[in-house]
């Protein structure tokens, strides 16, 4: 069992920037890819960003590329995102996840994962 639990959330105006992170506990989080995923109301929860277990490869949804930057670092347990230029569009409740499958490749399915933590609130304001 991992328990996942992010920070760093807030509002923040349009262009500016924010660093989630996303804290694990137990000692098998380098052997998880991890994404991060946000869910706006009324809209279906979707795919960010995903990072692979040693954090060689990484994959964005195409309206953050170029924005988000995810990273992780295996000795601290934690993943992060890393959101510049930020817009209205991405107000949000962001939520990290564990996918325990022992897969090479990143999902963008909010199903491969196992684990997800309570989310952290986002507003941009315009």
């Known amino acids: 069992q991992v328990q996942l639990v992010e920070s760093g959330g807030g509002l923040v105006q349009a262009g500016g920037s924010l660093r989630l992170s996303c804290g694990a506990s137990?000692?098998?989080?380098?052997?998880?890819?991890m994404g991060w995923f946000r869910q706006a109301p009324g809209k279906e929860r979707e795919f960010v960003a995903g990072?692979?277990?040693?954090?060689?490869?990484?994959y964005y949804t195409d309206s953050v590329k170029g924005r988000f930057t995810i990273s992780r670092d295996n000795g601290k347990n934690t993943v992060y995102l890393q959101m510049n230029k930020m817009k209205p569009d991405d107000t949000a409740i962001y939520y990290c996840a564990a996918d325990k499958r022992f897969a090479v490749a990143i999902s963008t399915r909010p199903s491969s994962y196992d684990y997800w933590g309570q989310g952290t609130q986002v507003t941009v304001s315009s």
């Open positions: 137990g000692r098998t989080f380098s052997s998880y890819v």
């Open positions: 990072i692979t277990r040693s954090g060689g490869s990484t």
